[in-house]
T-cell receptor, first 110, second 111 residues
Framework: GESVGLHLPTLSVQEGDNSIINCAYS??????FIWYKQESGKGPQFIID?????DKRQGQRVTVLLNKTVKHLSLQIAATQPGDSAVYFC?????????FGKGTKLTVNP | EAQVTQNPRYLITVTGKKLTVTCSQN?????MSWYRQDPGLGLRQIYY???????DKGDVPEGYKVSRKEKRNFPLILESPSPNQTSLYFC??????????FGPGTRLTVL
């Protein structure tokens, strides 16, 4: 089955710096990956997704990179802002289910 | 507004007292799912449903039941709650199981 893990449970950055949150997965058959942001007291919110036939996808201030060779994906946040402070989850899977990592808590220092 | 709603948002109950947490979505999504979130364990899937009258076990289904009699609703039933079911519960829906939209969460405490 799939297992998804994050490398660091916490990450602290200075406002304006770029943030990189990493994630590893185990199942080579996973064809879909997604990043969620969860603010305190709220449900997870979609940030960006990527399919296994891609290695990079960009959104507004965010980029997801997928390295299938080493089963690794990362979320890059450009010019991190205080509003980016949250827990970030990666998830991987297919059409029937997603397996979530345990999350990285991002703290943005002013 | 497209959304997933859950009720109640907070619930304190006692061991053995049956309870139901409702989940409703207004996006005509076929896929719905329940997760529990615990410190250090992340989000774990309890049950999911690919369509009306179709439900399947997730990773931690023990002690829970679900039903999917209509597309918009996916209630989570705890027939005999126990303290180890104290958790934060999230309902989610999606068109296909990929990009899932989450509800606001239900914080359950079982004494």
């Amino acid at each position: 089955g799939e297992s998804v893990g994050l490398h660091l449970p916490t990450l602290s950055v200075q406002e304006g710096d770029n943030s990189i949150i990493n994630c590893a997965y185990s199942n080579s058959a996973s064809d879909y990956f997604i990043w969620y942001k969860q603010e305190s007291g709220k449900g997870p919110q979609f940030i960006i997704d990527i399919r296994s036939n891609m290695d990079k996808r960009q959104g507004q201030r965010v980029t997801v990179l997928l390295n299938k060779t080493v089963k690794h994906l990362s979320l890059q946040i450009a010019a991190t802002q205080p509003g980016d402070s949250a827990v970030y989850f990666c998830a991987g899977g297919g059409s029937e289910k997603l397996v979530f990592g345990k999350g990285t808590k991002l703290t943005v220092n002013p | 507004e497209a959304q997933v709603t859950q009720n109640p948002r907070y619930l304190i109950t006692v061991t053995g007292k049956k309870l139901t947490v409702t989940c409703s979505q207004n996006m005509n999504h076929e896929y719905m799912s329940w997760y529990r979130q615990d410190p250090g364990l992340g989000l774990r899937q309890i049950y999911y449903s690919m369509n009306v009258e179709v439900t399947d076990k997730g990773d931690v289904p023990e002690g829970y039941k679900v039903s999917r009699k209509e597309k918009r609703n996916f209630p989570l039933i705890l027939e005999s709650p126990s303290p180890n079911q104290t958790s934060l519960y999230f309902c989610a829906s999606s068109l296909s199981g990929n990009e899932q939209f989450f509800g606001p969460g239900t914080r359950l405490t079982v004494l």
